[in-house]
């Protein structure tokens, strides 16, 4: 596969995906209860999946775009994670009715520490074609 193309397949639904959570960000608050105690769940689970997606997107493209070693894979991935978990809070003190909570960064990088826990562990446990499909878009 030419280089750009590589680049391109693997990088684009990461930085995609990054612009969804930016731009879900800059809503004034998005409610999704109006129980108060059920917002907040949904809320924060919301808040874990987006990051448990994003670390296995940036996972991906690193392991399928660089010669890193498998070990700094995960660790960059994670940092680069937390890393856009940090700005997006810090990007929600600029929006209306929002605030950065550290709190919130604490979801978000349990989010990535799951999908870097499946990403490590669980993903060998898949057949070979689901696995493949997963991290190397084949």
Request: aromatic residues 18%; charged residues 15%; without cysteine.
């Amino acid at each position: 596969m030419i280089k750009i193309k590589r680049i391109a397949i693997f990088w684009l639904p990461t930085f995609t995906w990054m612009g969804l959570i930016f731009f879900l960000s800059s809503f004034h608050k998005l409610q999704a209860s109006e129980v108060g105690w059920q917002d907040f769940i949904i809320r924060k689970l919301a808040h874990f999946l987006e990051y448990f997606i994003l670390y296995f997107l940036f996972y991906r493209a690193l392991k399928n775009t660089t010669k890193l070693s498998p070990g700094r894979v995960f660790l960059l991935a994670f940092l680069l994670t937390v890393f856009y978990a940090i700005s997006d809070e810090y990007h929600q003190t600029f929006v209306s009715g929002r605030t950065g909570r550290p709190f919130d960064i604490g979801v978000d990088s349990s989010g990535a520490l799951f999908s870097l826990i499946f990403s490590w562990k669980l993903i060998n446990l898949l057949p070979d074609n689901i696995k493949k499909t997963l991290i190397t878009n084949r």
